[in-house]
C-alpha cells in the first residue's frame, strides 16, 4: 500500500488519510494497535454561472436545449425544483450565497454599494479549518477576495473575447474565449497550483450566459434550424401589476438589435442605442475570430434588413434570435462542467467531493416578454440548483423543498465538520439531501433594491410559501401583490384585492411580518437603504 501511495503523482485526500493512518500506527510500535479513524473532510467544487434560467438546463425538463453534463450532477445526486435567491441580482446574490445571510444584514444590497470583504465568509472559515481555497471567474464583489489562497477573477461584467482576469490581485489579458479560459484556470488550480495534502474548495464561476450572448465559434451555428416559440405569456398586457408595466427588460422594446442581437451591419445603417458599446466587444476577437463570427451573422443581418419587420414579427424574430445566442453560450459552460467533472473522477476525487451547479439568479426567457430579472416572480426569484456527493447524496433524489442561496454558506461548513456561526441565517441543506430533515422551513423571504436603475425594477419585498407569494412593491409606487401559484403557476393574475382570497391575504401577512423579525427586515432599514443609494446615484428624493 505504502509503495502504491509513493508512487501516485497525483496524491488525493483518501490516500493521505490512509497514509496517516498507517503511519500512526507504525509508530505507536509495540503499543496496543488502535484503530484511527480520521474523518475525511470533503472537498467542494461550487460551480456556478451568471444569468442561467433553469428553463435552459435539460434536467428541468423544459426541453430547449442539452446539457448533459450539467444534468449529470442531478442525475449523481441531487435536483432542486424549488431553489431561489434572496435578490435576484449578481453582486448582492453572490454576497449572499458567502456570507449566508440576506442582503440588509450582509450590506451588499445592490450592485452599487461596495462588498464588505473584512466580514466573516464561508470561504475563510473553511481555510482557517483546513482547506485550501480557490475562487476562479466572475464574482462581481469589487475589492481583493478574501478568504482565498489563489483567485483569479473577472474585473466586473469580464468579456467574452479576449478576457481579461485579476490573478491575486495582478490584471492580464488571456487569449481566447471566456468560458474555455475560465475552465482552463480552474482545471491548472485543480492540477498544478493547489496543495494536494489538503482538502479544497474551489469556487468555478463563469460569466456566461450573462448579456450580451457572445456564442463562441464552435458553436455559432448550434440549433440554427430550431424555431422556438415564445411562452404564452410572451405577450402580457400587466394588468393589474404597474410595476411588471413599467419594467424596461422587454424584448420586444428594449432590446438593442446591435448590442444584443448582433446586427452590427459593416454598412452601419442599423443606429442603434447601444451599437458603440457592441463594436468595442467584437473588436476584441482576432482576425481568425471575427470572420467566422462575419460568416455566421452577416447573412443573418442581410435577411433581416430585407424584411422590415414590425410589431409581433419583429417581437418573436428577436426573441428567436436571443433564445438562439443565449443557448449557445450555455453549451461552453455545460462542456466546461464535463472537463471538471471528468478530472475529479480520472484523479479519484470523486468519492470525496461535493459538486454544486448554480447560477446566481434565474433569467426570463420570454416569460412576460422579457429578458433580465430582478423580479420575485418566479423566473427570476428561482434558480437552478444541481448537488452531488457520493458519499451522502442518493444519486437520483428529487428536492421539493424551498431552499435559498443562503443555505449554502451553512450546507459547506456542515459537510465540511466547521461550526456554523449563529448569524448565518441560512440553514444547512445537509439534512435535506441526505434524507434525515424531519421538519423543515415553510416560507423564504426576499428583497431588491436596485431602483432607480437600468432595467427599471422597483424595489420591493416579499414571502414565498410553498402556494403562495405576496410581493410590496415600494419607493415611487405602493403597490401589493398577491399570487396562487398552484392555479396560477405564471403569474398573470394579481390576486390581491379578490374576496376569496381574503384569509390568504391575511395570512401571508402573517408570514411576511414573521419572516421580517426572523431575518430582521424593517421598513426603517429599506429607507436606509433607499437614502443611501440616491446620494450614491445623486439623485434628488
Ligand atoms: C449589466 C447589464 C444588465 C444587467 C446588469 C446586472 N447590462 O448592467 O442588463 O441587468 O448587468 O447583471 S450590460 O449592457 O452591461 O450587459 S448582473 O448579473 O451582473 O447583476
Ligand atoms: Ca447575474
Redesign the pocket.
Do not use: L, V, W
Given at each position: 500500500m505504502a509503495k502504491q501511495i509513493l508512487n501516485t503523482t497525483k496524491l488525493n485526500n483518501s490516500y493521505l488519510v490512509v497514509l496517516s493512518v498507517f503511519m500512526l500506527c507504525f509508530s505507536c510500535k509495540d503499543e496496543a494497535k488502535v484503530e484511527v479513524e480520521t474523518p475525511q473532510k470533503p472537498n467542494i467544487v461550487f460551480i456556478m454561472s451568471?444569468?442561467h434560467a433553469y428553463q435552459a438546463i435539460s434536467a428541468y425538463g423544459h426541453g430547449l436545449n442539452n446539457t448533459p453534463n450539467i444534468d449529470r450532477i442531478g442525475k449523481e445526486g441531487a435536483i432542486f425544483n424549488k431553489g431561489f435567491v434572496n435578490n435576484s441580482?449578481?453582486?448582492?446574490?453572490r454576497a449572499a450565497m458567502l456570507t449566508g445571510k440576506h442582503s440588509f444584514k450582509n450590506g451588499k444590497v445592490d450592485?452599487i454599494r461596495p462588498f464588505n470583504w473584512d466580514q466573516d465568509n464561508f470561504a475563510k472559515a473553511l481555510q482557517k479549518n483546513g482547506y485550501e481555497t480557490a475562487l476562479v471567474g466572475?464574482i462581481?464583489l469589487d475589492g481583493l477576495p478574501q478568504g482565498f489562497d489563489y483567485s483569479n477573477v473577472l474585473p466586473?461584467?469580464g468579456q467574452y473575447y479576449s478576457p481579461d482576469f485579476i490573478e491575486n490581485g495582478v490584471k492580464k489579458t488571456y487569449p481566447g474565449y471566456i468560458t474555455h479560459v475560465t475552465t482552463d484556470i480552474a482545471l491548472d488550480w485543480l492540477d498544478t497550483k493547489r496543495k494536494k495534502d489538503k482538502p479544497f474548495l474551489l469556487m468555478y464561476h463563469q460569466k456566461a450566459p450573462?448579456?450580451?450572448w457572445m456564442p463562441e465559434e464552435k458553436y455559432l451555428t448550434l440549433m440554427d434550424s430550431v424555431t422556438f416559440n415564445p411562452p404564452a405569456n410572451f405577450f402580457d398586457d400587466y394588468e393589474d401589476r404597474p410595476a411588471a408595466a413599467t419594467q424596461e427588460?422587454s424584448i420586444y422594446k428594449d432590446m438593442d438589435l446591435v448590442?444584443?442581437l448582433k446586427m452590427l451591419d459593416k454598412e452601419g445603417e442599423l443606429k442603434t442605442k447601444?451599437r458603440g458599446?457592441f463594436q468595442k466587444r467584437y473588436d476584441r476577437m482576432t482576425d481568425e475570430q471575427k470572420v467566422a463570427w462575419d460568416a455566421y451573422y452577416d447573412p443573418i443581418i442581410a435577411d433581416f434588413k430585407s424584411r422590415n419587420l414590425e410589431g409581433k414579427d419583429l417581437a418573436i424574430w428577436k426573441y428567436n434570435r436571443y433564445m438562439h445566442d443565449y443557448l449557445r453560450t450555455i453549451q461552453s459552460v455545460d462542456d466546461g462542467v464535463g472537463q471538471v467533472l471528468d478530472y475529479l473522477k480520472e484523479n479519484g476525487l470523486e468519492e470525496n467531493t461535493i459538486v454544486v451547479y448554480t447560477s446566481?439568479?434565474g433569467f426570463y426567457l420570454g416569460e412576460h416578454g422579457w429578458?433580465?430579472?430582478?423580479f420575485m416572480y418566479e423566473e427570476s426569484f428561482r434558480t437552478p440548483i444541481l448537488m452531488k456527493y457520493p458519499k451522502e447524496i442518493k444519486a437520483g433524489t428529487v428536492i421539493d423543498e424551498l431552499v435559498q442561496n443562503i443555505d449554502f454558506a451553512p450546507t459547506f461548513l456542515d459537510f465540511a465538520g466547521v461550526d456554523i456561526d449563529k448569524n448565518i441565517q441560512g440553514e444547512s441543506l445537509r439534512k435535506l439531501v441526505n434524507g434525515e430533515a424531519s421538519e423543515w422551513r415553510d416560507a423564504i423571504y426576499y428583497t431588491f433594491y436596485?431602483y432607480p436603475s437600468?432595467?427599471k425594477v422597483k424595489r420591493h419585498y416579499g414571502v414565498r410559501t410553498d402556494r403562495y407569494k405576496l410581493i410590496h412593491f415600494y419607493y415611487d409606487i405602493d403597490k401589493w401583490e398577491l399570487y396562487d401559484l398552484e392555479k396560477d403557476p405564471t403569474e398573470m393574475h394579481n390576486a390581491y384585492n379578490d374576496v376569496e382570497y381574503t384569509s390568504v391575504r391575511e395570512d401571508m401577512h402573517k408570514q411576511l411580518e414573521k419572516m421580517r423579525i426572523k431575518y430582521g427586515d424593517s421598513d426603517a432599514l429599506n429607507e436606509e437603504n433607499l437614502e443611501r443609494y440616491l446620494s450614491v446615484k445623486n439623485i434628488k428624493h
Open positions: 451568471d444569468d441580482i449578481c453582486a448582492p446574490s450592485n466572475k462581481h466586473g461584467q450573462h448579456r450580451t427588460m448590442y444584443d447601444y458599446m446566481d439568479q429578458f433580465d430579472k430582478r436596485e437600468e432595467h
